[in-house]
């Protein structure tokens, strides 16, 4: 049976609990849901016109399936772009939607919310991060950002942007008469069993309006310390700082380098019901249960600094701050962390020493830096080889030794299959650095030592982020042009790949 045209209607599947497997064979395989509607299969028999071998499965085993056989569905639209008129009124886009929509509930029949609702879901079904809605004056293109990496899903008609981009605001509850002015907002969304955020971006170009959309899966956004590639030395001092009621831990790295998902297993860790923790986010990604979470609104005065200010009037034990920004905000973490409170936050550096030098930059006298930082762990995300597809690289095996003096072992290529969609990687982990302070760290940040002194000293045992994704080619988990890509060198040898 074809994923993209399953036998029977979602709607009617879900409602009933029915599920066809497999129609490929004589007797078609139909999975019933534990407590689905067994009058059904009287139905999905004369629908088949065979007799059927039926299959109970649990709620869960059925509701995974479910998404995973209709999630293609909606693609179809995309075939039948061209039956949109650029000239129609965008008066059917205007009703009103539920809280949350299901994006596999394909009973409406306009061609461009089918196509959103299968592009979403593609996405969705690929593991991406963001969809990209880019106009041009010849063209829409839609990409996908699979695993870090832009990867084009499709390229449209260009009459049909204004439909699909004001289908997008609609859904996001945004102005659609607005189009000189970015704007943001937010939606809730379903495909199946699986529910998550989509958090909306629109930017005026000069071919029109570009909407990113960032996909936020509250299912597979919580992840536990030791699910996030840490080795065991890193996995340690994290977890050791986080023992420690006071004092400040900084995650740093790009955007897209999984901080906020560290931040988050960190929180979970702490979060037993002993301690009130308290966050201020701009935005809030995934909702923790027993944490109190606070959203930055810069237009009604609530900046990071404010929010921060508010909620440690609220006897917090344990403050996350979304991200350091100015030097007002670092001032009160610094502060909060002197006075009893442990905090969690991130700074946009390119390795762990530069986040010490960048609260310098803002104004933390170093006396005061050195009595409050705890930790520091930096990180990026590297792509996972395709276990089904990898192939032994002999070509790269001097490249290996000359980065890994000493490793003979293989090293692995990228080549592509079905399993991984001709990509060769499948899924992401991370790469770490950690600077854990110490008394001799500790001295150093006092007499405001330079960089270099801080990385010889945090260093001199440790394993730099380069090391980190040495290690992965070393365990064939990723290829040595991936850590190059990801780890390549700001300048000099230190920490280069």
């Keep these: 049976m074809s994923l993209a045209s399953p036998a029977l209607p979602y709607a009617f599947a879900r409602r009933h609990g029915v599920l066809v497997l497999d129609d490929a064979c004589d007797a078609p395989v139909v999975g019933l849901r534990e407590g689905g509607d067994a009058q059904a299969l009287v139905e999905v028999r004369r629908l088949l016109g065979r007799g059927l071998r039926v299959e109970t499965m649990p709620v869960s085993n059925f509701d995974r399936r479910l998404s995973e056989l209709y999630a293609d569905a909606g693609l179809d639209a995309a075939a039948r772009v061209e039956g949109i008129d650029a000239d129609s009124t965008l008066d059917a886009l205007l009703e009103d939607l539920p809280a949350t929509?299901?994006?596999?509930?394909?009973?409406?029949?306009a061609p461009v919310i089918r196509l959103i609702n299968g592009l979403i879901a593609e996405a969705v079904r690929l593991g991406a991060s963001d969809v990209h809605i880019e106009s041009f004056e010849s063209?829409?293109?839609?990409?996908?950002?699979?695993?870090?990496?832009?990867?084009?899903?499709?390229?449209?008609?260009?009459?049909?942007?204004?439909?699909?981009v004001s289908r997008v605001k609609v859904m996001a509850r945004?102005?659609?008469?607005?189009?000189?002015?970015?704007?943001?907002?937010?939606?809730?969304?379903?495909?199946?069993?699986?529910?998550?955020?989509?958090?909306?971006?629109?930017?005026?170009?000069?071919g029109g309006e570009r909407v990113v959309m960032r996909i936020l899966d509250k299912d597979a956004g919580m992840r536990s310390l030791a699910e996030l590639g840490m080795d065991g030395a890193v996995l340690s001092a994290l977890r050791e700082a986080l023992r420690i009621p006071n004092g400040i831990v900084l995650v740093t790295g790009p955007t897209g380098s999984g901080k906020t998902t560290t931040l988050y297993a960190a929180l979970s860790t702490l979060n037993d019901g002993e301690r009130n923790i308290l966050t201020v986010e701009d935005p809030v990604e995934y909702a923790i249960d027993g944490v109190g979470q606070t959203q930055v609104n810069t237009r009604v005065g609530m900046t990071f600094a404010a929010g921060l200010r508010a909620i440690l009037r609220q006897d917090p034990d344990v403050v996350m701050v979304g991200e350091i920004r100015d030097g007002e905000t670092a001032k009160i973490a610094v502060?909060?962390?002197?006075?009893?409170?442990?905090?969690?936050?991130?700074?946009?550096?390119?390795?762990?020493?530069?986040?010490?030098?960048?609260?310098r930059d803002l104004g933390i006298e170093p006396f005061l830096l050195a009595s409050s930082l705890r930790l520091v762990l930096a990180q990026r995300l590297v792509r996972r080889l395709c276990p089904h597809c990898r192939a032994v690289d002999d070509a790269a095996r001097p490249l290996a030794r000359m980065a890994m003096p000493g490793f003979d072992g293989p090293v692995y290529r990228a080549m592509g299959c079905?399993?991984?969609?001709?990509?060769?990687?499948?899924?992401?982990?991370?790469?770490h650095e950690v600077i854990a302070v110490d008394d001799a760290i500790r001295r150093?940040?006092?007499e405001d030592a330079g960089e270099d002194a801080l990385v010889r000293a945090a260093f001199a045992q440790g394993r730099r982020?380069?090391?980190?994704?040495?290690?992965?080619?070393a365990a064939g988990i990723t290829t040595l042009e991936e850590a190059y890509r990801v780890a390549r060198p700001e300048g000099g040898a230190d920490g280069g790949v």
Excluded: W
């Design 418 to 431: 079905d399993h991984c969609r001709h990509t060769g990687y499948a899924g992401r982990t991370g790469i």
């Design 465 to 473: 982020l380069a090391d980190s994704a040495h290690a992965c080619v």
């Design 101 to 109: 929509a299901d994006l596999l509930d394909t009973q409406d029949d």
């Design 335 to 359: 502060q909060a962390s002197l006075t009893g409170h442990l905090v969690l936050s991130t700074v946009h550096t390119n390795d762990a020493a530069g986040a010490i030098t960048r609260l």
């Design 444 to 446: 150093l940040v006092a």
């Design 139 to 164: 063209s829409l293109r839609v990409r996908l950002r699979v695993d870090g990496v832009m990867r084009e899903a499709a390229t449209l008609p260009a009459r049909i942007a204004p439909l699909l």
């Design 174 to 206: 945004l102005d659609i008469a607005e189009k000189r002015v970015p704007q943001d907002g937010r939606v809730s969304l379903a495909m199946g069993a699986r529910s998550f955020d989509v958090r909306v971006s629109t930017l005026p170009t000069r």
